[in-house]
């Protein structure tokens, strides 16, 4: 976990402490002044309150402003809302697949604050967290028609102020290139682009770098001991790294697990010649779960899990794969420490081989500060996440999914093994509180949270060029 995530999540415990201690002394006054009965009566009440209202991870305040810079060369339209309508004809060179992103300003209405407020955009709905008030982006990518003959635009339980801006990013042109997904674990690719990979799947090759064997009590339920359960695990995901993208059309010979240990990355990283195995199956050998990858690697000599093999394997895939296009976690976004040292593999990597690509395409599977993003349910638009703190101006590109694809998508994750364990019965029943009390809702695809978060008509990405790849000194270059 990040530093920044671990602050963030400290004052949040903090402030929780003592909104819990406050209600104590309320509910142990009631019940010295009125009844003995306002005791176990006030605790199921505050518990109940807790689930449905304040049981998100949001660890930043609502008011706050997103703050957004984009390059200087982004095209900008001021445009007006009128009669919950929003009208624009573009010039001729902006394209349907062009991304398009609305900034608004919104305000919560005191509902705002009991429900999750959103906006109506034509067919599409985008939400944001409660008590949501100020500069918000949201996601128009593939409503350009609608646009041109007057786009509807209305905030439940929010209002919107009738001046916005509309930026315009055109579209990278993907067809025909050859497309590498590098993914930390089994089913980021997934969870990330398989709208867009399972669109040019036939130029498309997928490298997961870590077995994913840890958290697994689960399979232990089994009967397994710690150790077993962790092997099972690790061999059922690498299986899912190869075989599920096949849904998506890309081909096995396309999909190498390179079979290093979950959370286990940024130690290699720092010492790049040590041998870091398993921390829960005893394993310390990667080459048990690379029986199906489709060439030979480096460390296949020796199996070592250490950085420098990891760094070699990487490199391997790169000159036998020769990407023009790389997808992968954003360095400043996503903080899960596995996704932010394959960044930095890949830039050690990219060192040793000649063939460069020509663009990156960065995806945020996690948040430092939300856990729910996306916000909303299945189905609907992804708009922009929460950025408090100011992030590299970068374009952006949203690929936008169709009802099948949306489909698809949801049956690759099903097949995830990670994503199959039931709820808790903590979560079911605040899942069914929040229901019941907030108007919730989840896709009947599947119980895992990510069920809601991923299967979206949008896939969002930040675009680095190739220019931008080799500028020195950018957070991007050596994360």
Same mark, same amino acid.
């Given at each position: ?6 602050? =963030? ?12 201690? #406050? ?18 009566? #006030? %605790?199921? =009440?505050?518990?109940?309150? *807790?689930?449905? /209202? ?28 009128? #009669?919950?309508? @929003?009208?624009? &004809? ?47 982006? =949201?996601?128009?990518?593939? $409503?350009?028609?609608? +646009? ?25 042109? @993907? ?20 709208? @867009? ?7 498309? &090759? ?27 695990? #690790?061999? +059922?995901?690498? /299986? ?13 010979? &396309? ?22 195995? &398993? ?12 029986? $199906? ?13 250490? /950085? *420098? ?26 903080? *899960? ?24 395409? %960065? ?30 101006? @970068?374009?952006?590109?949203? *690929? ?35 229901? =019941? ?24 990405? /930040?675009? +680095? ?15």
């Amino acid at each position: 976990m990040s530093q920044r995530k671990q602050q =963030l999540l400290r004052q949040y415990r903090k402030n929780k402490r003592i909104a819990m201690l #406050g209600l104590a002394v309320v509910i142990g006054l009631c019940t010295v002044l009125l009844s003995v009965w306002c005791l176990p009566l #006030g %605790l199921l =009440l505050a518990w109940i309150i *807790h689930e449905a /209202w304040f049981a998100d991870h949001i660890f930043y305040a609502a008011r706050d402003d997103y703050r957004y810079d984009f390059p200087a060369d982004t095209l900008v339209h001021a445009l007006e809302i009128n #009669g919950e309508k @929003l009208h624009w &004809s573009p010039a001729a060179e902006v394209k349907a697949g062009d991304t398009l992103i609305l900034q608004v300003r919104l305000s919560s209405n005191w509902l705002g604050w009991l429900f999750d407020p959103s906006v109506q955009l034509g067919d599409d709905v985008q939400t944001f967290e409660r008590g949501a008030r100020g500069i918000r982006y =949201l996601n128009l990518t593939g $409503q350009l028609e609608q +646009l041109q003959k007057g786009l509807s635009i209305a905030g439940r339980f929010c209002t919107l102020a009738a001046q916005v801006q509309l930026r315009v990013f055109p579209a990278p042109d @993907l067809e025909g290139k050859r497309i590498m997904i590098l993914a930390p674990h089994a089913d980021d690719a997934e969870l990330a682009a398989f709208g @867009l990979y399972s669109q040019n799947a036939d130029h498309v &090759s997928i490298v997961t770098l870590t077995q994913g064997e840890v958290e697994a009590e689960f399979y232990q339920e089994m009967g397994l001991d710690r150790k077993q359960a962790a092997r099972l695990k #690790g061999r +059922l995901r690498s /299986w899912d790294s190869l075989a599920i993208p096949l849904w998506g059309g890309v081909r096995q010979d &396309s999909c190498v697990q390179l079979g290093y240990y979950c959370l286990q990355l940024p130690l290699m990283r720092e010492r790049p010649e040590q041998a870091f195995g &398993s921390r829960e199956s005893g394993e310390s050998d990667v080459r048990t779960v690379r029986g $199906q990858n489709p060439f030979v690697l480096p460390s296949d000599t020796d199996g070592i899990p250490s /950085w *420098h093999n990891l760094i070699a394997d990487v490199a391997a895939c790169l000159q036998h794969f020769r990407p023009q296009v790389v997808i992968m976690p954003h360095p400043e976004l996503d903080p *899960h420490s596995d996704h932010i040292a394959t960044g930095q593999a890949f830039y050690q990597a990219l060192e040793q081989v000649e063939d460069q690509p020509e663009l990156l395409l %960065l995806y945020a599977n996690h948040l430092h500060d939300n856990d729910r993003w996306p916000m909303g349910e299945a189905g609907t638009g992804v708009a922009l996440p929460p950025a408090l703190e100011p992030l590299p101006a @970068l374009p952006l590109f949203s *690929h936008v999914l169709s009802p099948e694809r949306q489909l698809d998508k949801a049956m690759a994750l099903r097949m995830q093994h990670d994503l199959q364990p039931p709820l808790s019965v903590k979560r079911s029943i605040r899942r069914n509180i929040q229901r =019941l009390l907030t108007g919730r809702r989840w896709p009947r695809t599947g119980d895992n949270e990510f069920m809601r978060k991923a299967v979206r008509r949008h896939e969002l990405f /930040w675009v +680095l060029e190739e220019e931008m790849l080799s500028c020195p000194g950018r957070s991007f270059r050596k994360p």
